[in-house]
């Protein structure tokens, strides 16, 4: 045990505690959060005796991810070979207010992400997620690396502008598709290496809806054109997974621009 605030005794007691609080907001159901920070096995050495550096990131973390003013307990176990600890926090804070889950894993990446940074820990090479990507068939793979990518880019990005530049530099195309006869976006599909799908399919995160509520308002910061971003299709995505566009030149097409920046007035 690293740390325990608001909370003493047993681990029976400490749950007690945690639902004594969860009384400020009935409504929660899900009141206790859980995470852990794993480090790589090549930053033991520096972590292995070292419980303050590790009880210093950890709070960064929580500081960062808003985790703050609520019971929570740090505990370091080593029944790994990689360093790692376990952060155990209530949900519902000293105030009854309710700390929010929303796009955690967005964050957490990019929280962890200048974490490593800040602290000069080890960064693993991009390639070290492929451990068991020899045994994906062809269309597996491609659906694996697209999503790899794509969050990537998600994670690195603060707005639409951002996401497209870094899935331009990716080499993944994007349209937006709507229903047939309406102006509407319904849906967005990704394509890279002449795989294409759906963004609600390849992952939750990746979403029209959810990409909105993390990026903002698509309409408010580009102008679509529509004869190359906007696709009909009733189902919100393309069911075109092998190919991306019909056009005879497509293959001249697939590195075209399909936005511009709006233009404010002032």
């Known amino acids: 045990m690293l740390e325990a605030v608001g909370v003493n005794g047993s681990p029976e007691q400490m749950a007690e505690q945690f639902e004594l609080q969860a009384l400020l907001n009935d409504k929660v159901k899900n009141i206790v959060g859980h995470t852990s920070l794993n480090f790589s096995p090549e930053d033991s050495a520096r972590l292995k005796s070292d419980d303050a550096l590790m009880l210093s990131i950890a709070h960064d973390y929580m500081k960062l991810m808003g985790i703050e003013n609520t019971q929570y307990i740090i505990a370091r176990h080593i029944d790994r070979e990689h360093p790692h600890c376990h952060i155990v926090f209530n949900r519902i804070d000293n105030d009854g207010n309710l700390i929010s889950d929303s796009n955690e894993r967005i964050r957490n990446a990019k929280v962890c992400r200048a974490l490593t940074k800040e602290y000069k820990l080890y960064f693993a090479p991009k390639n070290s997620k492929a451990r068991n990507k020899s045994r994906l068939r062809t269309h597996q793979l491609r659906k694996y690396n697209l999503r790899s990518s794509t969050l990537d880019a998600l994670a690195a990005s603060r707005s639409w502008h951002d996401f497209f530049h870094m899935l331009k530099e990716k080499g993944i195309d994007v349209r937006f598709n709507h229903a047939e006869n309406s102006d509407k976006i319904r849906g967005i599909s990704f394509c890279m290496d002449e795989f294409s799908i759906a963004g609600s399919k390849l992952d939750s995160d990746l979403s029209f809806n959810r990409l909105c509520a993390t990026l903002g308002n698509v309409a408010t910061e580009l102008i679509v054109q529509p004869h190359q971003a906007i696709v009909s299709s009733a189902g919100g995505g393309t069911s075109n997974e092998q190919g991306w566009?019909?056009?005879?030149?497509?293959?001249?097409?697939?590195?075209?621009?399909?936005?511009?920046?709006?233009?404010r007035r002032r």
């Open 245 to 263: 566009r019909d056009d005879k030149n497509k293959d001249n097409q697939r590195n075209e621009p399909f936005y511009k920046t709006s233009k």
